[in-house]
C-alpha cells in the first residue's frame, strides 16, 4: 500500500508570514516498508536554525506587546470566534490529517482517526468551558467595600512542544487553550508526527492575528535553548521527557517568570490483588500495556501481580499477548504495529538483555523476537530493582511482572519510584481494597478499579506527581494554566461606582464586561 498523502513542507509560520525555507530539509519516512523493503518516502520539513529561533520570540513579542497586542486586548468573543473558525477548517483536513499521522507513527487507522476527532471534540469543548469562565467573571464582587471585577488574563508566550505518539491531540491540547487564553505561541511539532501540520499552517494564519501562532520545524536540540535563552518565555508547555524539559528550563535567564506545564513519563504499575477477576485483569493488561505498542505516557509499565495467582495470570496473559500479530495500522482490527522510532528497537532489546541478564526470563513464547521496525510485547519475570526495566520508562512492548505477598511492596516501590501518574488495581475485596486505594491516592493522581490507565474522558484532571507531571490538563483546568486571575478593584463611591457603570455600558473597555456568553 502507498500514502495516499505525503507533504514536502517549505514554509514555516512566522509573525503572520508562511516564510520559504531555503536551507536544508529533513527527510521524513515511515517506519512501514515499501515492496522492496524500504522505508516508505512521506515528505521533508526545514531544518530551522537558532536565526529563525530567535526571530519567532522577537515576532512573539511584538503580538503580545507587553500586554498590549491585538490578540490579549481582544475581548473573549472574538477571541472564541477565531478558533471556532480555525476548528471548522481543521475539519476539512480529517483525512489528510489522519492518513498522514497513520502513516508516520504507525497509529492504527482507527486510532489515527480517533485522534483527529477526539481533537476536535476537544477544541469545541474548550470554547464552551472558555465561554463558562467569562460568564462566571461577567460580574463584580463585593468586600469590604471594594468590588472586584475578576478575570482570567493571559500571561504571554508560550513555548510549546508535543510528543510523537498523540502528535495532534496532546499537543493541541496545550496548544489551543493557550491560544484561547489570549497568550501567544511557539509551537514545535513533535519528533515524529510532524507533516499533518502542513495542512493547518494556512488555518493558523487566517484565523488568527499576525504573531499569535509561530510553527517552527527542526530538531529540538537547534530550536529549543536559543529560544529559552532570551528569557522571553513565559510558560513552557511540554509534553514529553522530564530531562528535555529540566534541559531547557536550565536554559532560562529569568526561572521565576517561567511557567511549566509539563506531561512526562510515567511507570504505570498494575496491581493485581489475590482476588481478581482473572480474565478482567488480563484483558485489561494486555489493553493496557499494548495499546499503540505501549507507546503512551498512561500505558501500564509493570505488572505486579499475587504470588497466589501468578502462575495462572501469567500463563493466561502470555497466551493472550502470544495470539497478537503485528500488523499493518490500516488492516482491519490492528492492534500492534511496527515503532515509529528507528533506536527503539535497540533500545528495547537492550532492556530485555539487562534483565535476562540480571535473572529475569522472557516469558512468552514470541517474546524477544526484534526486527528492524518491531519488536514482538515480550513478557519478562521475575523482574527487579536492578534492572533497567525497572527504572526507565520502555516507552514500548516490554512487560516486566513483579509477584508479591504483601500490597506493601507495590506501595514501597512507587513511593521510591520518579514517577507518580496512575495506578490499575485489581481486586474484589473491599476489605482490602479500601486501605490500598487510601496510599494509592497519596502515590499517584488517578486509581483506577479493575481497569486500566488512561487519559480520557478529557473532563478529567491529568496531572502527576514528581517526573510525571507539572500542572494539571483538563478541558477545564488548561484554561486556568494558561492564564491567571487578574481584576479591576473600585472603592464603593460615587466616582468609583459611576465609572464603572460608564464603562460597563460603552465597551470602552474589553476587560470590563457583564456581557454574558452564549
Ligand atoms: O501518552 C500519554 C497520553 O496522554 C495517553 O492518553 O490514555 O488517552 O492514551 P490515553
Same mark, same amino acid.
Given at each position: 500500500m502507498k500514502p495516499t498523502y505525503t507533504a514536502e513542507v517549505n514554509h514555516y509560520l512566522l509573525g503572520g508570514k508562511l516564510v520559504k525555507w531555503e536551507g536544508k530539509h529533513t527527510k521524513v519516512y515511515s517506519s512501514l516498508k515499501d515492496k522492496e523493503g524500504n522505508p516508505v518516502y512521506l515528505g521533508s520539513v526545514p531544518e530551522l536554525d537558532s536565526d529563525v529561533a530567535t526571530k519567532a520570540v522577537e515576532v512573539a513579542d511584538k503580538a503580545y506587546n507587553r500586554g498590549r497586542g491585538v490578540w490579549p486586548t481582544m475581548s473573549v468573543k472574538q477571541r472564541i470566534a477565531c478558533v471556532q473558525k480555525f476548528v471548522e477548517e481543521m475539519e476539512k483536513y480529517r483525512e489528510e490529517i489522519s492518513q498522514l499521522i497513520m502513516w508516520e507513527i504507525c497509529k492504527t487507522k482507527a486510532d489515527s482517526y480517533k485522534e483527529f476527532d477526539r481533537t476536535v471534540e476537544y477544541i469545541k469543548d474548550t470554547i464552551q468551558a472558555c465561554k463558562d469562565f467569562d460568564r462566571r467573571g461577567a460580574r463584580f464582587q463585593k468586600e469590604s467595600e471594594i468590588f472586584a471585577h475578576i478575570r482570567r488574563g493571559p500571561i504571554g508566550i508560550v513555548f510549546c512542544l508535543g510528543p510523537?505518539?498523540?502528535?495532534l491531540n496532546e499537543t493541541f491540547c496545550l496548544l489551543i487553550p493557550a491560544i484561547i487564553m489570549g497568550n501567544v505561541t511557539i509551537f514545535k511539532p513533535a519528533?515524529?508526527? @510532524?507533516?499533518?501540520?502542513n495542512y493547518l499552517m494556512k488555518a493558523f494564519q487566517e484565523c488568527f492575528?499576525?504573531?499569535?501562532v509561530n510553527i517552527l520545524f527542526g530538531r529540538g536540540r537547534m530550536i529549543g535553548p536559543p529560544i529559552m535563552q532570551?528569557?522571553? @518565555?513565559?510558560i513552557l508547555a511540554l509534553i514529553g521527557h522530564s530531562k528535555s524539559a529540566v534541559a531547557l528550563q536550565d536554559q532560562h535567564t529569568n526561572k521565576n517568570r517561567l511557567r511549566l506545564v509539563l506531561g512526562l513519563e510515567a511507570k504505570n504499575p498494575a496491581i493485581i490483588l489475590k482476588d481478581a477477576d482473572l480474565e478482567l485483569a488480563v484483558n485489561e493488561c494486555v489493553k493496557g500495556s499494548l495499546s499503540y505498542n505501549g507507546q503512551r505516557c498512561t500505558a501500564i509499565k509493570v505488572i505486579y501481580v499475587h504470588e497466589s495467582i501468578r502462575e495462572r495470570f501469567m500463563k493466561a496473559f502470555c497466551k493472550k499477548v502470544d495470539a497478537l500479530n503485528i500488523q499493518a495500522p490500516w488492516e482491519d482490527g490492528a492492534f500492534l504495529t511496527p515503532l515509529p522510532d528507528p533506536t527503539k528497537p535497540a533500545f528495547l532489546s537492550d532492556l530485555i538483555d539487562d534483565a535476562i541478564e540480571k535473572g529475569a526470563k522472557v516469558m512468552n513464547e514470541k517474546g524477544g523476537e526484534i526486527g528492524d521496525n518491531y519488536v514482538f510485547p515480550t513478557v519478562l519475570y521475575p523482574?527487579?530493582?536492578?534492572m533497567k526495566v525497572f527504572q526507565e520508562e520502555q516507552f514500548g512492548p516490554v512487560i516486566p511482572v513483579i509477584s508479591f505477598d504483601d500490597i506493601d511492596v507495590p506501595l514501597a516501590d512507587m513511593a521510591d519510584s520518579d514517577y507518580g501518574q496512575q495506578v490499575a488495581i485489581f481486586g474484589e475485596n473491599t476489605d482490602e481494597l479500601g486501605p490500598a486505594i487510601d496510599s494509592l491516592v497519596n502515590l499517584v493522581c488517578r486509581v483506577n478499579l479493575n481497569s486500566s490507565c488512561q487519559?480520557?474522558?478529557?473532563i478529567f484532571p491529568f496531572t502527576g506527581r514528581k517526573n510525571s507531571a507539572v500542572s494539571t490538563l483538563s478541558i477545564y483546568d488548561a484554561l486556568r494554566t494558561f492564564s491567571i486571575r487578574t481584576f479591576v478593584a473600585s472603592r464603593n463611591n460615587e466616582l468609583d461606582n459611576e465609572l464603572i457603570s460608564e464603562l460597563t455600558q460603552t465597551q470602552k473597555s474589553k476587560f470590563i464586561s457583564t456581557e454574558y456568553l452564549l
Open positions: 510523537y505518539n498523540y502528535p519528533k515524529f508526527g @510532524v507533516l499533518f501540520v492575528p499576525a504573531g499569535v532570551t528569557g522571553k @518565555v513565559d523482574v527487579n530493582k536492578g487519559r480520557g474522558p478529557d
